[in-house]
């Protein structure tokens, strides 16, 4: 099993575009999540998709949207990139059952806004 | 003031060396927590869950106290494998996902 994938590994963008970053998990898991995580900061949460057909916002949404295309695959997606934007984004996924499961994490992708 | 706190490190230890790490947590109402371990630019992963009892796995020990909001994790015999940062993580059962500190790197020298 491929576990968390995401794509691209790797991107530079300009200000003001706009891209989207693939997340699909192949665990059967029913929520999924991104997160960013920027020197010094840890992750932080964009959004969250508890389940198939739901999203929420998370502690620094503005900037992004996402889709919980299916059960499998959530993306992210910037309208007009900013610098405060370059990050490295990770996707997650976890089964929740009504207590913690662990999340599987993505291998990142790293943004660059110049 | 950061929900989860860590002292950043680095913590430079020779092999063999007995290290801890401590964490803090701000929100009461924090009911479960982690360690994860994070390679350098890689994604992070579970090393082990906190419980009140304290647990332990192997060489790492785990313990929470709960009445100062303190978390720690301690590492016997270190080897040169555990050079990581560990991300010390508090759930959030409002949003189901994690907040997690900035990490304590370490680095183990031969």
């Known amino acids: 099993n491929a576990g968390v994938t995401q794509t691209p590994k790797f991107q530079v963008l300009k200000t003001g575009q706009s891209m989207t970053l693939q997340c699909a998990q192949d665990?059967?898991?029913?929520?999924m999540y991104w997160y960013r995580q920027d020197p010094g900061m840890g992750l932080r949460l964009i959004y969250y998709?508890?389940?198939?057909?739901?999203?929420d916002k998370g502690e620094v949404p503005n900037g992004y949207n996402v889709s919980r295309l299916n059960k499998r695959e959530f993306s992210l997606r910037l309208e007009s990139a900013a610098p405060s934007q370059t990050s490295v984004y990770f996707c997650?996924?976890?089964?929740?059952?009504?207590?913690?499961?662990?999340?599987?994490f993505g291998p990142g992708t790293r943004l660059t806004v110049l | 003031r950061k929900e989860v706190e860590q002292d950043p490190g680095p913590f430079n230890v020779p092999e063999g060396a007995t290290v801890a790490f401590n964490c803090t947590y701000s929100?009461?109402?924090?009911?479960?927590f982690f360690w994860y371990r994070q390679d350098c630019r890689k994604e992070p992963k579970l090393l082990m869950s906190?419980?009140?009892s304290g647990n332990e796995d192997g060489r790492f020990t785990a313990q929470l106290n709960r009445a100062s909001q303190y978390i720690s994790l301690l590492i016997r015999d270190s080897k040169l494998s555990d050079s990581a940062t560990y991300l010390c993580?508090?759930?959030?059962?409002?949003?189901?996902?994690?907040?997690f500190g900035s990490g304590t790197r370490l680095q183990v020298q031969p």
């Open positions: 929100n009461s109402a924090s009911q479960s």
């Open positions: 998709s508890a389940s198939e057909g739901t999203t």
């Open positions: 993580v508090a759930t959030d059962t409002g949003r189901r996902a994690l907040t």
């Open positions: 997650a996924s976890s089964e929740w059952t009504g207590a913690y499961n662990e999340q599987f």
């Open positions: 906190v419980y009140s």
């Open positions: 665990m059967n898991h029913n929520s």
